[in-house]
């Protein structure tokens, strides 16, 4: 390389490998030997001319090394002391003279000599420039490595600031950082100035950057650890303070009021030996130590629940039933199971407390009528709303492990009661859903068995407490969305809805004057007659329950309110015939029964859920090919009905006198009206059996009959639900026939006597039945399936089809 000359020098000395050391040149330095190889080196040195290689060996935890376990650069010195120390070992005072390379290995043993190689380059004066340039920065840089480094005395930098000489300068500088053997031997191996002054700016850069960093955090920690300093005394100021004041509000008055506590409270033995081990605990913690208000919130928690506080529960049958009946209309079901509970409670003491669950459509008062039986019972009473509750800590609780962790919702409940034989209510506990966390229900098992619950163990308060005692109520629109485990431990009350009669006992009774108060109105204010009270029932109201009917009746209130305020008017009076004067234009209307006979149209009953209603259902007969097309928002259920009734009316085509290729020449409409409201369920097969029928007959299906029922292919007619619902429908529309399965028979025992009065009921086993009922005048061709000869069946006009056993034959 033009601007520099290389001189070479060769010549043989003892090797001496040195462990976790790397030694420079113009570097004084002592160390310590104690390896006999490397004493025996040494000794050869002194016996030629003091002159020995010291090069640093790659594993300083190798007591043998070889060839391959020593570098191949490293630095010829000159021993200028030697110190005999007690054990054999050697203190050697050693100056480095110039870096040399082994080029080979002479002797091994008994001790180590190689041929090394001394290169020595020499700048010509166009590499002076770049050269003083580099000594300008590392010299400035290692200015700034000492300011950060407290490894490196001012008397050093200060000398090291005089060297002219580069490859002095650099070999000294790197001589007084504190790096690794590798780093250090990195820097020794450049035989070339400028090469090595690069390299060693390099590492005082890098350095001088991690340096910086370390002291960011050194002063961080330090400010905290100052802080805490600062606590710690003024904590122990405190305490000196405090004995000295006599002030016993420290610790250990906290504990002795906690032991205070224990002893006036009614504790069992089990929560006293947990709570005396807790405050021992608290007692031997570090003061401001932040698990100290963990224990505190624990033992409060401990301390606060009523582990054997009980209110007396009053037993009085005709008590419990006025109350009832004070604050609830009907839920007769309801009020016979807590007085039947009420009447076993009397004769046997240790009835554990059922769990009852209330299954009906919103608004029927399930919620409601917990806090009367909680007060028919004298029970305290805690209302736990599970709706959309996913976590299983939710009702176990957390472990005391976890920060913030807290009870569940059932260890809660009895701390907000007061007493163990609380009234609990779990509002909506088909509303429950599970996810990662946990699935609720599952938790709730053990809260709900009445042969496990009586040793519940919550998470965080980690004893069992006994749940025996508490009356369970617990409430649900479905129980479709509850598990079958969960749902077994329940016993199942099914809350209809309202009757219109019922809603307006409940609207006179309860709703208006709740109403009547809260609008700041007197009983004189207001008078509203029945047939007003139907109006808002059945015109602005659409529900099983009665929340929206106390809306509509909260907004007659208020409009009462300011008309009596405006006009100075002491007394208002509502009729059917100025309601809409405060409730606006009538919102609903209810399908009334068909003015006359039609062909083609029959009417079905539907469970909402907001209550029954009916259901017209239209066929109409069009030349074509044979299509069936459904509309009206039906769902599928009710489309598998009606190709069931397709399939049923073409298996009898003969015994009706129907053309047997109807199927091919005509195409079937039917038609489901109510607005495209969706419709689906299983309750529609015999109308559109019976509509399809009358459609492909000519003959009118009467005006005055309704019914519900799902059919087969073979004609039967099968059960259905919701049966109170669609039979008040049926009565609200004027309809006096209805006609439903054999097998809902049982179900009539629901319906309301009034309306059972008023309604003649047809019990349908097959469509034979449904046909003769429904059909008005005309004549339907019938074959018997033995005989195989074709009979006429005559439709009279006062009965329509009569019971085939006393059925006129024509041959």
């Known amino acids: 390389m033009s601007g520099e000359r290389k001189v070479i020098k060769k010549q043989v000395l003892p090797l001496l490998p040195l462990r976790g050391l790397t030694v420079f040149p113009h570097m004084i330095l002592h160390f310590d030997v104690g390896r006999i190889?490397?004493?025996?080196?040494?000794?050869?040195?002194?016996?030629?001319?003091?002159?020995?290689?010291?090069?640093?060996?790659?594993?300083?935890?190798?007591?043998?090394?070889?060839?391959?376990?020593?570098?191949?650069?490293?630095?010829?010195?000159?021993?200028?002391?030697?110190?005999?120390?007690?054990?054999?070992?050697?203190?050697?005072?050693?100056?480095?003279?110039?870096?040399?390379?082994?080029?080979?290995?002479?002797?091994?043993?008994?001790?180590?000599?190689?041929?090394?190689?001394?290169?020595?380059?020499i700048d010509d004066d166009e590499n002076q420039v770049e050269i003083e340039a580099l000594k300008r920065r590392v010299l400035s840089t290692f200015e700034d490595y000492s300011k950060l480094s407290n490894k490196v005395s001012p008397e050093t930098v200060l000398s090291i600031m005089n060297i002219e000489d580069p490859d002095q300068l650099a070999d000294i500088i790197t001589s007084n950082l504190v790096l690794k053997v590798e780093q250090k031997q990195e820097i020794l191996n450049e035989f070339k100035p400028s090469v090595r002054l690069k390299k060693l700016f390099e590492v005082l850069v890098k350095e001088i950057d991690i340096m910086q960093i370390e002291k960011e955090i050194n002063i961080k920690v330090r400010k905290q650890i100052d802080k805490m300093q600062k606590e710690y005394y003024l904590r122990e100021q405190l305490k000196a303070i405090q004995n000295e004041l006599g002030d016993k509000d420290g610790v250990a008055g906290e504990v002795e009021e906690y032991k205070k506590r224990l002893r006036e409270g009614k504790y069992n033995e089990e929560v006293e030996n947990k709570v005396l081990k807790e405050l021992d605990r608290l007692v031997k913690m570090p003061s401001g130590s932040a698990e100290g208000s963990v224990i505190r919130?624990?033992?409060?928690?401990?301390?606060?629940?009523?582990?054997?506080?009980?209110?007396?529960?009053?037993?009085d049958l005709k008590r419990a039933e006025d109350i009832l009946d004070e604050d609830h209309y009907g839920l007769e079901k309801v009020k016979e199971r807590i007085i039947e509970y009420l009447a076993i409670r009397k004769l046997k003491n240790d009835l554990k407390g059922p769990i009852l669950c209330l299954v009906g459509p919103p608004g029927v008062g399930k919620t409601s009528i917990a806090r009367s039986i909680a007060r028919a019972l004298n029970r305290n009473y805690v209302r736990i709303s599970l709706g959309g509750v996913r976590d299983e800590a939710e009702i176990r609780g957390h472990r005391r492990t976890y920060v913030g962790s807290m009870p569940g919702r059932i260890i809660a409940a009895l701390k907000q009661a007061g007493s163990k034989n609380p009234l609990i209510l779990l509002d909506e506990i088909d509303k429950m859903s599970s996810d990662f966390r946990g699935d609720p229900a599952s938790a709730m098992l053990e809260v709900l068995d009445s042969e496990q619950n009586f040793a519940f163990r919550d998470h965080y308060i980690e004893l069992p407490f006994d749940l025996s005692d508490v009356l369970f109520l617990t409430t649900a629109n479905t129980l479709d969305t509850i598990p079958r485990p969960l749902l077994d431990r329940m016993e199942v009350i099914q809350l209809t809805s309202y009757t219109e009669e019922e809603k307006v006992?409940?609207?006179?009774?309860?709703?208006?004057?709740?109403?009547?108060?809260?609008?700041?109105?007197?009983?004189?204010?207001?008078?509203?007659?029945?047939?007003?009270?139907?109006?808002?029932?059945?015109?602005?109201?659409?529900?099983?329950?009665?929340?929206?009917?106390?809306?509509?009746?909260a907004s007659v209130c208020r409009?009462?309110?300011?008309?009596?305020?405006?006009?100075?008017?002491?007394?208002?009076?509502?009729?059917?015939?100025?309601?809409?004067k405060y409730l606006g234009t009538r919102k609903y209307k209810y399908d009334l029964a068909n003015e006359k006979d039609e062909v083609g149209i029959a009417t079905g009953l539907a469970w909402t859920p907001v209550g029954g209603d009916t259901l017209s259902i239209e066929v109409t007969l069009m030349e074509g090919s044979g299509k069936l097309e459904l509309t009206g928002q039906l769902g599928d259920v009710m489309?598998?009905?009606?190709?069931?009734?397709?399939?049923?009316?073409?298996?009898?085509?003969?015994?009706?006198?129907?053309?047997k290729d109807f199927y091919k020449k005509y195409d079937i409409h039917i038609h489901v009206p109510e607005g495209a409201i969706p419709k689906d369920g299983p309750s529609a097969g015999i109308t559109l059996a019976t509509a399809m029928v009358s459609a492909l007959t000519n003959i009118p299906v009467k005006k005055n009959v309704a019914m519900t029922g799902e059919i087969t292919l073979r004609g039967r007619v099968l059960a259905i639900g919701g049966l109170k619902e669609k039979v008040l429908a049926a009565h609200r529309a004027g309809i006096d026939t209805i006609i439903l399965p054999v097998d809902n028979k049982k179900d009539l025992d629901e319906i309301p006597e009034n309306v059972r009065g008023k309604i003649k009921f047809v019990i349908a086993e097959d469509m034979e039945t449904v046909l003769k009922t429904a059909l008005a005048q005309g004549e339907i061709k019938?074959?018997?399936?033995?005989?195989?000869?074709?009979?006429?069946?005559?439709?009279?006009?006062?009965?329509?089809?009569?019971?085939?056993?006393?059925?006129?034959?024509e041959q």
């Not at 409940?506 to 109006?535: M, S």
């Not at 009734?645 to 006198?657: E, Q, T, W």
């Open 505 to 553: 006992n409940i609207a006179t009774k309860f709703l208006f004057p709740k109403q009547i108060k809260e609008h700041g109105l007197k009983k004189g204010n207001i008078r509203i007659d029945e047939r007003a009270v139907r109006e808002i029932i059945n015109c602005y109201t659409r529900e099983s329950g009665v929340r929206g009917l106390e809306r509509q009746i």
């Open 37 to 121: 190889k490397s004493i025996k080196a040494l000794e050869e040195a002194m016996i030629n001319n003091q002159l020995i290689y010291l090069v640093a060996q790659k594993d300083a935890k190798n007591d043998s090394p070889t060839e391959d376990d020593i570098y191949r650069i490293g630095t010829i010195c000159k021993v200028k002391q030697l110190l005999k120390l007690p054990g054999d070992t050697i203190r050697v005072l050693v100056e480095g003279i110039s870096r040399a390379e082994i080029s080979e290995y002479t002797q091994v043993e008994p001790f180590f000599m190689a041929e090394v190689v001394e290169k020595i380059y």
């Open 559 to 580: 409009k009462v309110a300011k008309k009596i305020v405006a006009t100075n008017q002491k007394t208002v009076k509502i009729t059917a015939l100025n309601i809409e």
């Open 297 to 315: 919130t624990y033992i409060d928690w401990l301390l606060d629940l009523p582990w054997n506080t009980k209110t007396e529960e009053i037993i």
């Open 782 to 809: 019938y074959k018997t399936v033995n005989a195989q000869k074709e009979e006429k069946i005559i439709i009279s006009k006062e009965g329509g089809l009569d019971n085939l056993n006393n059925t006129m034959i």
């Open 639 to 659: 489309k598998e009905s009606a190709r069931a009734a397709m399939s049923f009316i073409r298996s009898r085509v003969d015994l009706y006198g129907i053309d």
